[in-house]
């Protein structure tokens, strides 16, 4: 099990992750942030790679939906990936793979974004 929130003050810009995960060394695994760039958290069958390589492509002008959209077609396997990010600007996106393990969601908000998986139910 594995949830998480990405998001950016809209007074200050500043961004923060948290996340809560049954696996171990999730913290080195899991978020990545950088300043005036975007914050970027991966789960479920993590690809450490993902998030720097998300952050790169936000810092190359692209936006959210597009910087996921090719660091997952670049590393393959997205079928397991479950990402969020958020630029920035405070534009989010989400991604869950298809084999995403057990019951998970993904919600986006202003200028926050969360994902679970192994969750108790989709609510």
Same mark, same amino acid.
């Not at 958290?41 to 993590?46: E, K």
């Given at each position: 099990? +594995?949830?998480? *929130?990405?998001?950016?003050?809209?007074?200050?810009?500043? %961004?923060?992750?948290a996340i809560s995960s049954s696996s171990i060394a999730v913290g080195a695994r899991c978020p990545w942030l950088r300043p005036g760039?975007?914050?970027?958290? +991966?789960?479920? *069958?993590?690809l450490p790679a993902l998030?720097?390589?998300? %952050?790169d492509l936000l810092e190359q002008g692209l936006t959210p939906g597009a910087a996921i959209?090719?660091?997952l077609t670049r590393n393959g396997y997205s079928q397991y990936r479950q990402l969020t990010a958020i630029d920035h600007q405070g534009r989010t996106v989400h991604f869950s793979g298809s084999e995403t393990l057990g019951t998970h969601n993904t919600l986006s908000g202003e200028?926050?974004?969360?994902a679970?998986?192994?969750l108790a139910d989709r609510t």
């Open positions: 099990m +594995t949830f998480s *929130i990405v998001a950016r003050c809209a007074e200050t810009g500043q %961004l923060g992750i760039v975007g914050a970027v958290s +991966t789960q479920n *069958i993590t998030g720097p390589d998300v %952050l959209d090719t660091a200028q926050c974004v969360a679970g998986n192994m």
